[in-house]
């Protein structure tokens, strides 16, 4: 694509700075419209070494409300963000609604030069692509527009550039081993952009190439196409599109559904006691191999109302050393997260690998609680078992231990609990008059949470029904899935 | 202190044993209490190599509800930590309400280590330990229960248990350097522990040593004065304690009344032009320089409604290279922010060394609309303006330059502005119904404003009064006042 593409020719120097007086302004106009129409915008800028997108970036961003724009600067992970998953660091910076985002280098610049430094196999590689389209594609399902732009000189026009940089004292520090290696090598480095292009070239985050032979036509071209992008948003903001319910793509492992499960288990209190401590034991010591080996565990609870999940994660904790885990109570989003991707608030609780990271509630509310209440549409929760899954295979590909755990009760056991809950004073704080409320939609909830599991139930996620009519049969069930995923996951990378 | 501590006798494993369980069931109850009350707790956990901290922590926790706390592993920095001020990244992780956060290790191993390695000057550590003093008590002030422990053993019981450890290829990694030089320089470590705590030994934030040469009773002792401590806060807690109101310690610099300030300060428009475009050039190359010497800058604005700030800051903003600033404008807090310390929210928020943040109002909330509208009580704003202080005392520790802006007008000036706002469709969104309710408190304002700027202008932060009932006048100002005050650091740094 890149390798083919047919530059639209420089205008005249005249005509560049009128047209540039007028999309200086017309850009600044958008930018309130955008925070009218509450539009996230991310921008991407990618490209070649002393192509100028710093520059360019500095005089685009002059005319805008400093107030509702972020510039980032994304070269290298540090040595934090190498410890969590390969989208971390760019999920988590994602902008709200109604703000800009401008990103000074991206994924792109990561796994491409990964890729020309042989520094991640051809594997890993495509995998990274596979994630990078997921991540782009759900940014514009859930709204967000993404503009992404590749800051494209010949080989001859950079190398005479890094000369100048160079021959300066001034500016000699911003050349780079890898701007040289880079020019040394660029057709090779161009083969691999024009591939990595073509294959994330989405109707849903276009590419868009800006000839950066001269600072003030690139500044032009990126201003016209940024209004246009956004024009474009807003138009299709208000027509309440739908965004297509794709099909599954990840293996998938039978659940059964909430009636057929058999809730008469239970275990006796002398077995229970021997049990729970050979378990924890267990637990506590390959909670020390996992912070050896550097893998990442994520627990997640859900369940109904009173069914067990706090006393069951107690059980689990207690057996963990409290410097390497850390439990997160999941209540309804605040501001900041609400401006955002619903997920986002969970990617910035993830944990460091070798750590464990426990959710009381999880991001399956979008398929509960909020497609019940009505506080997402009906795509947007329909879309999100497909979202869900991919963020899980994310924790996947970032080898992490994933279990997630449903707390089932049956609803007389429920009425019983609550009831208790009413008449005991220490226990009152635990029961709410939203609790009761929830209650009365239990038929509307089972029937979303039977296909919630069917549907998100993965081979390298998979649901786990805990029986809970009796906790204790459930807190020990509990550590025996933790315990036999742990070791299948040790097992696997010890091969 | 330490040196002189006097060991509770341990009691005999049967009455040990009785007490534990009593003292476990206790800490879970408060818990529950402290949550109701809202109470943030924050436990520190200092002590010698091998004296079996975390194990204890391992115990301490296991009776409590994982959702209400967190533990915290505070060893060296991280590169990313090491640009920021020193208290940053224990200020960050301080509990919220409701909440405890264990902390094993702190700011004490931080600085005492750095001190014994020779990595920082005496004036250095005593700056920090200052530093330090002010922090506990600032948490104390603002409700945070803090509880410090230190966990001791003698030189012959670490070096036994050292040895016990490497011995174990299953326990070898846990035997640091570090542990191994301590034990060697036992004295000279138990000296400075001995004036660290002594120095440090606060009514606000107490000491407790616990005895660990056994682990249950380690347990038992950290249990007992957890306990009492939290019900000393919880009792403290429900009677309105005010703190005392600090006097000032810092060197002042003058600043006006507002009735005083020249408001007929003009600029022509040629004049205007010019200065702009010189002085942005300026400020851009500063920008550069300041980078490069890894200088933070704070530039704070605080104005009427209506005076300008937007557009001020936007013809700074306009000079900066993108990638190394932001502007955080700054509303009313959420609900993570309220439920801790208020300036939380902007340690949160300060950039990187060599990076600009400019914020759009600030933590000088607290004494304006806080105070007017009784968002806090008297005592609170009151304690403010010192406690902020202390705040951009940090910031000046970490060598920062910070720029504090009084964005100027007159009322009438005001009225025209809000006038015009209203009447054109474009500029509508910028004026709400609040504006004219805070014009209407002009004369509360105007004294809480002429106290802030009158107890908070320090040498090292001092404010500046922008007159901006011309807003290109006060435009030109601000880049001179920022321009000099970098210049000023810039020259100070090279001596």
Not at 222 to 238: K, R
Not at 359 to 367: A, I, K, L, N, S
Not at 371 to 387: L, P, S, V
Request: glycine share 4%; with cysteine.
């Amino acid at each position: 694509m890149l390798k083919e593409w047919v530059k639209e020719p420089r205008p005249t120097d005249e005509e560049l700075g009128e047209r540039l007086e007028k999309a200086r302004t017309a850009l600044a106009a958008r930018q309130m419209m955008i925070k009218e129409k509450k539009l996230p915008v991310l921008v991407i800028m990618d490209g070649w070494g002393a192509a100028g997108k710093g520059s360019v970036l500095g005089k685009v961003i002059r005319n805008l409300d400093p107030r509702f724009f972020k510039c980032e600067t994304l070269t290298a992970p540090t040595d934090e963000e190498k410890r969590k998953p390969f989208l971390y660091r760019y999920f988590v910076r994602i902008p709200k609604e109604g703000a800009i985002a401008f990103f000074d280098g991206s994924w792109m610049g990561e796994v491409t030069s990964m890729y020309l430094h042989d520094k991640i196999s051809e594997k890993k590689y495509k995998s990274h692509l596979t994630s990078i389209k997921r991540f782009e594609r759900q940014l514009n399902d859930n709204g967000y527009l993404v503009v992404k732009f590749f800051f494209h000189i010949d080989e001859k026009t950079q190398r005479k550039r890094l000369k100048e940089l160079e021959s300066d004292t001034y500016t000699k520090w911003r050349v780079t081993d890898k701007d040289r290696w880079q020019n040394k090598h660029y057709d090779k480095c161009m083969n691999v952009y024009d591939e990595y292009i073509e294959a994330t070239n989405q109707f849903v985050a276009p590419w868009y190439f800006i000839d950066s032979s001269n600072k003030k036509w690139s500044e032009l071209q990126m201003t016209e196409i940024l209004i246009a992008s956004i024009d474009t948003a807003i138009a299709n903001a208000s027509t309440e599109q739908k965004a297509p319910l794709l099909q599954n793509t990840f293996p998938m492992k039978e659940v059964p559904k909430l009636s057929e499960v058999d809730l008469s288990k239970t275990i006796s209190e002398e077995d229970y006691k021997k049990e729970l401590d050979k378990l924890q034991d267990k637990l506590s010591e390959l909670h020390n191999e996992l912070y050896h080996k550097k893998i990442p565990v994520i627990i997640a609870y859900e369940g109904w109302d009173a069914a067990g999940k706090g006393g069951n994660i107690k059980r689990v904790a207690g057996a963990l050393d409290p410097r390497g885990y850390e439990v997160h109570p999941i209540a309804s989003p605040e501001p900041a997260e609400k401006a955002r991707h619903y997920l986002w608030r969970f990617w910035n609780r993830l944990p460091k690998d070798g750590h464990i990271a426990i959710f009381d509630r999880t991001w399956y509310g979008r398929v509960m609680v909020e497609r019940i209440e009505g506080f997402c549409t009906e795509n947007d929760w329909q879309r999100a078992y497909n979202e869900i899954n991919e963020f899980e295979k994310e924790l996947d590909d970032w080898n992490a231990v994933i279990i997630k755990f449903w707390v089932h009760i049956d609803k007389d056991t429920q009425l019983a609990r609550f009831t208790d809950r009413q008449n005991t004073p220490e226990k009152q704080w635990k029961i709410t008059d939203e609790d009761w409320r929830n209650r009365e939609k239990w038929d509307q909830y089972e029937k979303a949470i039977d296909e919630m599991l069917a549907k998100t139930s993965t081979k390298f996620a998979p649901w786990h029904i805990l029986e809970s009519n009796d906790k204790k049969y459930a807190r020990i069930k509990a550590l025996k899935v933790i315990i036999k995923a742990i070791e299948d996951k040790l097992e696997k990378v010890k091969d």
